[in-house]
């Protein structure tokens, strides 16, 4: 398979689920009450727009870089990718429910399951380069520093978003702000390894 | 007609169908009962999601390897391949209906209705198929052993969607199990008769 | 302006207005009452997503064609593009206002709502067709019969519509069937004046 | 990064976005009342629509028109524009909250809501410029004319938007044709700076 309709598939997708996320923001129901007021105790569904339309940028952002580095998909490229798209896909649900029961008790329950697609995210990211890499999909030219840059930034993903999920159950809050750091260290650690290079 | 739209219009409506699913996951109004519970309790619809994108995803890599064989497109592969996406974007629609009234005595019309598009669906992967071989829409390079691969793994679908469609008659459990065989069937299948090629 | 973009941008507006028509389709609440029956008698909400989906396939096929005969856009077609694709992407809307009011005596106001928004998208098909003549757009190579076919096709589309427009304060069904046929019209004399080329 | 996927991926974004809005036209519930005048009394709604979706056309055109001058793409470019995207995919939302409460005394609310998107929205259109201006990212051939035009039509933008902004808690329907007056100026901007060359 060339890339180009696995690539024009999975931006469809990307873009479809990042633009899916403004439909969380309701229209408060206010009558003749203030807006306005309404519109700032709503910050937790503001903030949980911004986190993950960021988070599903950034994924898209490493997608993208992942893909340039493959000379061609193979089937087994193409249903581990449909798995990835699966956990890129739900990520505007997780994100109604943190927005919906944060500052509740039952914000554990939320944030675990926000945490609970992004490890699964994070697992399907390292198949994913696992497979081209030992199935020869690899361009020929590719820089072994670059492709090994990626192996080490992709393997801790899932641990640290499992040490995220587990840290709701001690405090939701803080699993947020986890959630959030390892967002803020694959901006960093992508610009880090992706330096040298005119991308 | 050169097959960059065809291809870029039917990515657009599957990429649209695979990510409109999660619209069919509710945050579950628990106030302060649990949530971990009521995620817990709605696994049907999470299971629903599942087999539905993997569907949609098993159809577009299915889709993606017929129009490979195309060099061109006709108007009357136009209007088949609209009635065939007519098929994928309606999905969404009967996964609802199967995850709504799963473990009700209306599963088994939801399960009716579920098999009844994918019936159509298969039939219209026959249609096409049958319109760009008997046209001389396919490329000239076409392997033999390959472009029968494909009639004959297309030809049984209707007939399998149609016993799980009938099975649900008996058992809607059952019919959905049928589904997910034929699903995987395709999967299977198409990793044999595409094993010598690299795509 | 090379066309590439505004292809792809069309592209994605298409495939997303024809996806979201889906969500036209409610899950009936049936209880224990009986989900096969609701299925049945909801079949004016049926009808209107298989003649919404067609019609939005059908100026799908025709923006592919007239673009196929252009060799550049200006920033005159690029507007007047974005008025063709507002009357399309809004196309959900009247379809619902059909579907719900179907068989009630505020029919007529939702064929004539539906009507309009098809009034204005012949309008706008025009103007593109008619800016493209007459602002040196057209391919050097484009054959002078076909484009004077698009011509004589996209001529009296306005009128048809207004007409089924008006019908409806007669009778909204027959409303209805007119845009119906109007539909195959396009069909057919697409099919007409595209017989000799391999589009 | 070559300018593909990016622009692939922004298409996507600008035409959901854009298609999402018909999502804010509701199916009015008249029972037996008058269908008729319940569209005539929503049009704020309708006005909202297309007012949005020029703007969202608009939009794009411009951001076609930038990335045109670009030879290329890097990392801080594909962020800046993620951050872009997030403002124009959340402008479904504060076009929901001015239709809903237009003719209310929530209306300046909704206007600043509406407003300070567009702030950061024009915000963002600088920096991608002066980033693509400063990090070489430019073709070599683009016309210094050209290019200059484009810096002199950003610069003002977000003090157009704070100004209709800023004019809510005076006149929200000022704010709101302050806002419409932007989208014209730069309709006509456009057209004059653009006016040389062949897009």
Known sequence: VD???????????????????????HVPEVGTGSLAHALLRQWPADASYVISFLTIGIIWVNHHNLLRHLERADRGLLFLNVFLLMAVAVIPYPTALVSHYARTPNATAAAVAYGSVMVFMALMFNAIWHHARHSGLLAPGADPREVSGITRSYLPGPLLY???????????????????????????????WGRREPV
Chains 1, 2, 3, 4 share one sequence.
């Open 3 to 25: 890339k180009t309709r696995l690539e024009a598939f999975s931006d469809g997708v990307f873009a479809i689920a990042i633009t899916l996320l403004v439909l969380d923001l």
């Open 162 to 192: 499992l040490t995220g999920t587990l840290a709701a159950f001690v405090n939701s809050s803080a699993s947020l702000l986890i959630f959030a750091a390892i967002a803020l260290f694959y901006v960093a650690s992508s610009s880090l």
